[in-house]
Structures are given as C-alpha cells and as structure tokens.
C-alpha cells in the first residue's frame, strides 16, 4: 500500500527558500506508473495544485508558481522534494505530497501525504 | 486555464438527508474529473474519478455524475462522518490541475 510522508520546516523566514521531502513507502518513485506532486492549502481556504513530477525528470509546475519552483526526485532515497524561494507571508499554508497516475488523464490524487503546516514569518 | 466552481459554498441538511453538491467547469473537461472529502485536519480523501467511479472502500451512498461543464455529487443518506468539506478537481486540460473552491456540508 502505497503511503507517502512529508518532512520540513514548519517556520520559513519570509525571501527565504522552502525546502519540504515526500518519504515514499509502498512504493517506488522510480515507478513509470505514477506522477509524483505537490499541493498546497492556505489556512482556511481551498487546494492549489503546486506540481507534478514524473521519475523521468520531466516536470509539470502551476504556471502561477513556475519562476519560483523546482520539484525533484532521489530515487536512491525513495523520496521527491519540493523548493520554493522567494517566499512570502501568502506562502503560508500546509503543504501535501500525493501521487496520481502517469496516465495523462487519470491524474487524480490518491493517496496524499497527511500535510505539514510551513508558515512564513519573521 | 479551466476553473472550476463549487456551489453551494455551505449546504445545511440533517443526518439521513440527501446532500446535493455541485461543481461547474469553466469549459468542458469531459468526464475528467474528481471528487474529494476532507474532514478537520486531515488530508483530502478521494471519493469519486471520472466523474462517477467510487473510489475503492468508498460506501455506496456517494455518487458522482455529469460530464462536459455541469457534476453533481450526491451523498443519498448523510451520516455523522459525511459532514465535511468536498472539492472537485479537473483532470482534462493541466498544467494546470486545478481544484473548485470546495462546499462545506455542515449539520442542520
């Protein structure tokens, strides 16, 4: 059974880079079946999708966050990363991994991480 | 990119009722799309794919239909554990992916 778990800071200073890793059990992110990605909610608010990731290295990124973001893969750790910089307070929210199917279109989101809350303050 | 709205923003019914949610596309996604629950602090579970498919270990009282621009998600009998708040999720034409606003069922 696929699981996944992120890992990372919880206070990020605003300007700074965020730096979250999904822990993949269940599985492997070296998979040509699986999109590996990230999404995000604000406190109180709804789901961004932020990106996905294909073992490959090919990339997908929300057109919104693309000059700020990269997502990577380790397959030597079972685990993908996310980093964006220039963060800012409208940053803050709790951020999820999840996994969707390679397939073009099949790509809903099961199953997710349980979220990391990051907020961004001085 | 394809935005998806959810209505209403808050639905009140009492346990037993049937909830009706509804989620429009921006412009047509075909059957490409998805429904989520997620409950306080926790993360969104899947319920339904392509528009219809129950996702596995999802009881039989939800439902999914619609195509194109107009779903609905039905939730026949509410329970107690029902009251949470749904998203729909776009599929068919990504980056980006993008989700609706979400609908709260709250308790009546």
């Known amino acids: 059974q696929l699981q996944l778990q992120e890992s990372g800071p919880g206070l990020v200073k605003p300007s700074e880079t965020l730096s979250l890793t999904c822990t993949v059990s269940?599985?492997?992110?070296?998979?040509?079946?699986?999109?590996w990605g990230w999404i995000r909610q604000p406190p109180g608010k709804g789901l961004e999708w932020i990106g996905n990731m294909y073992y490959s290295g090919n990339t997908y990124y929300n057109p919104s966050l693309t000059s700020r973001l990269t997502i990577s893969v380790d397959t030597s750790k079972n685990q993908f990363s996310l980093k964006l910089n220039s963060l800012t307070a409208a940053d803050t929210a709790v951020y999820y991994c999840?996994?969707?199917?390679?397939?073009?279109?099949?790509?809903?989101?099961?199953?997710w991480g349980q979220g990391i809350l990051v907020t961004v303050s001085s | 990119e394809t935005v998806m709205t959810q209505s209403p923003a808050t639905l009140s019914v009492s346990p037993g009722e049937r909830a009706t949610l509804s989620c429009r596309a921006s412009q047509s996604v075909s059957n490409n799309l998805a429904w989520y629950q997620q409950t306080p602090g926790q993360a969104p579970r899947l319920l339904i794919y392509g528009a219809s498919t129950r996702a596995a270990g999802i009881p039989a009282r939800f439902s999914g239909s619609g195509s194109g621009t107009e779903f609905t998600l039905t939730i026949s009998s509410l329970q107690s554990e029902d009251f949470a708040v749904y998203y729909c999720q776009q599929y068919n034409d990504w980056p980006p992916l993008t989700f609706g606003g979400g609908t709260k069922v709250e308790i009546k």
């Open positions: 269940g599985g492997s992110v070296g998979s040509s079946s699986r999109f």
């Open positions: 999840a996994s969707s199917s390679s397939s073009w279109y099949l790509n809903w989101f099961d199953p």
